[in-house]
């Protein structure tokens, strides 16, 4: 079952082959830190997610970074209406973004550079462009020149003299900025510095990167000069993505990526999610009106990742109905298990059709709607014979296979990071407080240490009581609030 990708350079599916054999380089463009994240961020952050999970759960070791612009236009907007700083806001932006996506259960990257912590890389890479006469400097700010990289659209597929001329009655050849530039779609690398801005020393003066080096030099020096998987949002394609390869590979003289993977976009009732529109909607006020963080994850991966997707209320609601059905499914074990006498050892290795075809599925361009559709089938398999054993005594299914099942279904479940404990993650007032619910699991993982089944039933029991249902998988015990 080989892995197969859209990759958006070459327009078409390909094979996934890696530089180095079973080894992963993904770079995934991230937020810039001037607000909340919102609905297109938690689609963008729950795919990639998912692709990393998926390729680890595929063998593969992947090392996954993931930026934060923490210098830009509308970070300083920001600070100048709060009146605080650009350092102030971009750190208070990036805890709120830690904080929604652990919410989500985003696993986190295993690097975040940011813009202002690469300064010499940036630098550096500008005076390399340069000196290979791709850049040029103008009262003190610095271009690329677009004409000499002959490779210019290539990503997007636009070409230079189409966008001369559907952009020939827009130019304004009074600004000040088009005035610099030799030609009118080079873009800036370094921009001169501004009265009451942050700055930097450089060779053309004080000044700030432009928005597009950061990442190419970010890439450059967290993973090296060409990568497995370049990701992003397909609203990133032009000019960003564009103007990345056009920088790094002007300068090395190889691919920046070998395959660029682009998510669909999020409407709002049909509509373009827009501030003006009303229809702006943060993850956090998503999620503190009610919406299970998992429900939003299933709405995520329904949907086929490059495809637009349309948010509204029948839609969350679906996806919440949804993952009642995998919740019930994946408690199974929890309600079940000792009636059913089954032991703890895992029994999802050797050959396991359910896994089969969940890459079967997933190996087709990251299809993991289709894939889910093996998780509901296990999920409605579970709660079936559940409702017979309450109501019969027995399962119509044999007690091993049924642990098979339960043991698959939460592998796969992991794989698409949809896990029953995210549910609640707050102290209840007339309940026990996470801590304690954690400090009682450990009290019942050395009674079962020590062989005192008992007391391990008698703690178990004592939680179920209270509101919190355990789930004991090979990852260890897991539990969520009823």
């Known amino acids: 079952m080989t892995l197969t990708v859209y990759n958006s350079l070459t327009r078409r599916l390909e094979a996934f082959t890696t530089v180095e054999p079973q080894k992963v380089k993904m770079y995934y463009c991230g937020v810039t830190v001037y607000d909340y994240c919102h609905l297109g961020h938690a689609r963008a952050c729950i795919v990639w997610d998912v692709v990393r999970r998926y390729l680890e759960f595929s063998g593969y070791q992947v090392r996954y970074v993931q930026n934060f612009t923490d210098v830009d236009d509308k970070i300083l907007k920001r600070a100048r209406i709060e009146h605080s700083s650009m350092e102030d806001v971009a750190e208070r932006y990036i805890q709120a973004y830690f904080e929604d996506m652990a919410r989500l259960n985003v696993k986190e990257a295993d690097e975040y550079p940011r813009a202002t912590q690469t300064m010499d890389g940036i630098k550096r890479l500008i005076h390399e462009l340069e000196n290979k006469s791709y850049a040029y400097p103008s009262n003190g700010d610095v271009y690329y020149a677009v004409q000499k990289f002959e490779q210019y659209g290539k990503l997007s597929g636009r070409k230079l003299e189409d966008m001369q001329a ?6 304004n050849v009074e600004d000040s900025e088009y005035q610099k530039k030799r030609y009118p779609f080079d873009f800036a690398l370094w921009k001169a510095a501004k009265p009451e801005e942050p700055s930097w020393d450089s060779p053309w003066g004080k000044g700030r990167p432009g928005w597009h080096i950061e990442c190419s030099a970010m890439v450059r020096e967290r993973l090296g000069e060409t ?9 990133l394609i032009f000019p960003h993505h564009e103007n990345e390869i056009a920088q790094s590979e002007a300068v090395t003289g190889k691919p920046l990526a070998n395959y660029w993977l682009h998510n669909g976009m999020v409407k709002v009732e049909g509509e373009k999610m827009s501030k003006s529109l009303g229809n702006f909607i943060t993850i956090r006020e998503l999620l ?3 919406v299970n963080p998992m429900a939003v994850r299933l709405f995520v991966l329904t949907a086929q990742y490059r495809k637009p997707i349309d948010f509204t209320d029948e839609a969350i609601q679906a996806a919440t109905n949804g993952w009642n059905t995998l919740k019930e499914g994946l408690v199974f074990g929890n309600k079940y298990g000792e009636k059913l006498n089954w032991d703890n050892e895992t029994r999802t290795q050797g050959e396991n059709t359910y ?12 299809n993991f709607s289709s894939g889910l559709s093996v998780l509901f089938e296990l999920a409605k398999e579970l709660g079936k014979e559940g409702n017979i054993l309450v109501h019969q005594g027995k399962t119509e299914i044999a007690s091993e296979e049924l642990q098979k099942m339960w043991q698959t279904l939460v592998t796969l479940a992991d794989v698409l990071g949809l896990q029953v404990q995210i549910e609640s993650k707050k102290s209840t007032s007339d309940g026990l407080s996470d801590e304690q619910v954690e400090e009682k699991i450990q009290q019942r993982q050395q009674a079962r240490i020590t062989k005192n089944f008992a007391e391990s039933d008698r703690i178990r029991d004592e939680l179920q009581a209270q509101g919190i249902t355990l789930i004991d998988s090979r990852e260890g015990t897991k539990w969520h609030r009823s």
């Open 288 to 290: 503190d009106r009610g």
């Open 166 to 171: 559907g952009a020939s009655e827009r130019v």
């Open 227 to 235: 990568i497995d998987i370049h990701a992003g949002g397909a609203d």
């Open 355 to 366: 896994i089969d075809r969940f890459q079967e599925a997933v190996n087709n361009d990251f």
